[in-house]
Nanobody, 113 residues
Framework: QVRLVESGGGLVQFGGSRRLSCAAS????????MSWYRQAPGKEREFVAR???????NYAESVKGRFIISRDNAKNMVYLQMDSLKPEDTAVYYC???????WGQGTQVTVSS
């Protein structure tokens, strides 16, 4: 079964860090571009980061220098390391596979001021 399951969300203080995880099943993450998106209350889902097959990365301007997307090929997982978190980073974060168009169920990150 093709599936993505996110975890690692929670309540974080302003300036804190959090690492999100995305476990993939039914396909291999290192063979396809993978991304993280987020959706804040009342707003549209927006791009956060992308990890390409060759290892290059792309980031939204709002998170550049603070977030890092990575993967563990052995565990078939994708991660999003988030540092220097701000209240405006509060959102549900989703994992996405560009090959099959699969979304995870999302994990909530709340940054308190």
């Amino acid at each position: 079964q093709v599936r993505l399951v996110e975890s690692g969300g929670g309540l974080v203080q302003f300036g804190g860090s959090r690492r999100l995880s995305c476990a993939a099943s039914g396909f291999t993450v290192n063979l396809h571009p993978m991304s993280w998106y987020r959706q804040a209350p009342g707003k549209e889902r927006e791009f956060v980061a992308r990890l390409n097959v060759g290892g290059s990365t792309n980031y939204a301007e709002s998170v550049k220098g603070r977030f890092i997307i990575s993967r563990d090929n052995a565990k078939n997982m994708v991660y999003l390391q988030m540092d220097s978190l701000k209240p405006e980073d509060t959102a549900v974060y989703y994992c996405y596979c560009w090959f099959n168009g699969i979304w995870g169920q999302g994990t909530q990150v709340t940054v308190s001021s």
